[in-house]
Nanobody
Framework: QVRLVESGGGLVQAGGSLRLSCAAS????????MGWFRQAPGKEREFVAA????????YYADSVKGRFTISRDNAENTVYLQMSSLKPEDTAVYYC????????????????????WGQGTQVTVSS
């Protein structure tokens, strides 16, 4: 069992930055993949970014490439999402998730592939 707790959300103006954190507790294996997803009102949950727990390979949605950076601190069991150049369309509830199966890589962007989820943190970007 893995427990995930997100933090760092808030209200920011367009062009600003925020850093989200996801603290994980429980048994984290090196084969796990940590992901960030987001869900805006009336929309489906969508993939944002993912990182492998061991090797640090990263994956990004096209909509956030060059603006968001995912990283992990294995010693602290924490995954971060550094968000810069924020846009109003980035407004959503952001969720952290764990996928226990590292392969195939194509599963990274599918919410159904993830086994554990946090409660979410709200990010609001004003124009």
């Amino acid at each position: 069992q893995v427990r995930l707790v997100e933090s760092g959300g808030g209200l920011v103006q367009a062009g600003g930055s925020l850093r989200l954190s996801c603290a994980a507790s429980g048994r984290i294996f090196s084969t796990y993949v940590m992901g960030w997803f987001r869900q805006a009102p009336g929309k489906e949950r969508e993939f944002v970014a993912a990182v492998t727990w061991s090797g640090g390979s990263t994956y990004y949605a096209d909509s956030v490439k060059g603006r968001f950076t995912i990283s992990r601190d294995n010693a602290e069991n924490t995954v971060y999402l550094q968000m810069s150049s924020l846009k109003p369309e980035d407004t959503a509830v952001y969720y952290c998730a764990v996928d226990r199966s590292p392969y195939p890589e194509s599963r990274r962007s599918y919410p159904a592939a993830y086994d554990y989820w946090g409660q979410g943190t709200q990010v609001t970007v004003s124009s």
